[in-house]
């Protein structure tokens, strides 16, 4: 079962998909909010998305030299255009904190989120930071990056995420309609013992003064057990285990190299709003993903890091007044914001919680199977399969 040789070269095959999204087979999530244009977090005004990923090395080769080359990586960059000189109000959540979000620090201190948002797999933290600080490097930033296991590049191979890759990302970033699944950070990530990835989705909300905004969410799902994947409250992972099609294939060539278990992963969340939050109202946002992926089976890990951030790209209503340092004591200065009344805020929750669950079956739905350095290939999710759950469950 080996997938013989494959090489950059090869991109544009690598994550190009036709699977279908979740809402194509007529999975609904949620009943009360309808999605944007492009069922995205680009639906967001100023809101932008870049990937770059990396797919090499001969899965098919017996031999260890050779299999050290293998690299199943990537890199997911968020942000506005102008993020390093307009900083949006912005918080974090977490449901379990086995992983990593530089900068969180920072941004529980002062609310606000001052650089592009990274997602990345563990490994390459470290290389996905150096590449945002060089965006621009004459710009005193901490830059934001996140991480999932990516279990599928060889510990030992070279350069899997460079700088490089981020100027790539960042050049090709994006205010229109996504890919999914195999791209960006999710180019290697796993979820529910399927191959997993990158998903967004969004949802309308309506305001008091008759106009929508926008809540979108995109994660990269490297989370869940098999046995707990839930489909609009159906247990298909269950019905799929029972059926033994998550079974996973095991090499005969290298049966020495550990496997990890299954669920032992993280899920990172980016939501994005032009509804005007403060910063404790975003924090409040950003927790809600935790619904969205404890409805869809998530969140009962303590191996997986399961973070969130929330920014609004609302503006100020006036700009702040840059300090002036002219004097032994600065003068405070001021400027006006609008914000969402705190009891009207269970809309946008809601919102955030349906955008999260249906972003996580957009990476499962698009993501195609996949084999890393392990000899392991994780399958995609059978989606004719789930479609007859569904329809016989009485969802679609």
Known sequence: MGGGKESPAMLPESVTTNRPRARDVGI????????GPLNSITDVPRI???????????????????????????????????IDQVPLFAGVGVLQGSGELTGAHFIQECGQLTSHVAITGTSQVGSAYSGVM?????????????ETFDRMTHPLAPHPVTP??????FENMTDGKLREG?????????????????????????SANGKDFVVGAIVQANHGYPYDLTISGVPVGK???????????????????????????????VIATDAPLLPHQCSAVARRAGVGIARG????GFFSGDIFLAFSTAAPLTPPQPPK????????????????SNETLDVIFRAASDATEEAVLNALFAAEELEGYTGRKWRSLPVERVKEILKDAGRI
Request: proline content about 7%.
């Open 28 to 35: 609904q999530i949620g009943h009360l909010l309808s999605p």
């Open 48 to 82: 932008k998305v870049g990937f770059a990923q990396k797919f090499s090395g001969d899965v098919s080769s017996p031999d260890d030299e050779e299999r050290k080359k293998i690299v199943r990586a990537g890199v997911t960059l968020i942000g506005t255009d102008d």
């Open 134 to 146: 060089k965006l621009d490097p004459n710009l005193l930033k901490l830059p934001v990056v996140a």
């Open 164 to 169: 490089a890759d981020v100027r790539e990302a």
């Open 182 to 206: 195999n791209v960006g950070g999710g180019a290697a990530m796993v979820s529910f013992g399927l191959k997993g990835g990158t998903g967004t989705s969004s949802r309308l909300v309506p």
């Open 239 to 269: 019905i799929l285990v029972d059926e033994g099609y998550i079974k996973p294939w095991f090499p005969s060539h290298d049966a020495k190299i550990p496997q990890p278990k299954d669920g032992d992963g993280s899920i990172i969340v």
């Open 297 to 300: 089976g998530g969140g009962v």
């Open 325 to 340: 340092y002219e004097q032994r004591l600065e003068p405070v200065s001021t400027y006006t914001v609008e914000a969402v």
